[in-house]
């Protein structure tokens, strides 16, 4: 069971907005520590895609973005595409692991 | 251009040790901040991080694995080492080796991984 918990899977049609939720609690989002999102193509390594809550690195589309809010955060893709067909997961750290970094369970993204 | 390469055995027996090796290229362990970890995903699951190393050797474990893990660098070699004991099939699956560029916490770069297969 993660420490971030996420949707296992959503699902839009090509050109839909969708969103991923990732739900923590006061000791790792509340507590402060940004929220960072991956891209996990099949078979590939993850990809950072959002990172410091809200950030794109270069190179990612501006169709994602991510926001955070309490003890949640969010990832928006917007005009979803067809190779946005993949896995998703948001990271941050959690101060009464020890500082450890945590993941959320992974939300499958379905183009329909 | 930063590299990170993982190398290690691909099939280990149950209550083995298991000993991964990642060199890295592109930048140093030294730089205030910067972090090298160790993340791993069984066949169809999530990602889970087993341990980071920081430039200063501080280093932080999964408190669930803690006490079967250790993490060293070696700096002039550009290598990070993980083992892993009493390896278990449960222990099966990708692991990756991943830098951490600064003290925002996010990985900017992953290893292409080396699957780890725990059988008899």
């Known amino acids: 069971q993660s420490v971030l918990t996420q949707p296992p899977s959503v699902s839009g049609a090509p050109g839909q907005r969708v969103t991923i939720s990732c739900t923590g609690s006061?000791?790792?989002?509340?507590?402060?520590?940004?929220v960072h999102w991956y891209q996990q193509l099949p078979g590939t390594a993850p990809k950072l895609l959002i990172y410091g809550d809200s950030n794109r690195p270069s190179g990612v589309p501006d169709r994602f973005s991510g926001s955070e809010s309490g003890t949640s955060a969010s990832l928006a893709i917007t005009g979803l595409q067809a190779e946005d067909e993949a896995d998703y997961y948001c990271q941050s750290y959690d101060s009464s692991l020890s500082g450890s970094m945590v993941f959320g369970g992974g939300t499958k993204v379905t183009v329909l | 251009q930063i590299t990170l390469k993982e190398s290690g055995p691909t099939l280990v027996k149950p209550t083995q040790t298991l000993t991964l090796t990642c060199t890295f290229s592109g930048f140093s362990l030294s730089t205030s901040g910067v972090g090298v970890g160790w993340i791993r995903q069984p066949p169809g699951k999530a990602l889970e991080c087993l341990a980071l190393?920081?430039?200063?050797?501080?280093?932080r474990y999964s408190p669930s694995l803690k006490s079967r893990l250790t993490i060293t660098k070696d700096t002039s070699k550009n290598q990070v080492v993980l083992t892993m004991t009493n390896m278990d099939p449960v222990d099966t699956g990708t692991y990756y080796c991943?830098?951490?560029?600064?003290?925002?916490?996010?990985?900017?770069?992953w290893g292409q991984g080396t699957l780890v297969t725990v059988s008899s």
């Open positions: 190393i920081y430039w200063d050797d501080d280093k």
């Open positions: 006061s000791s790792n989002i509340g507590a402060g520590y940004d």
């Open positions: 991943a830098h951490r560029p600064g003290s925002s916490g996010y990985i900017g770069h």
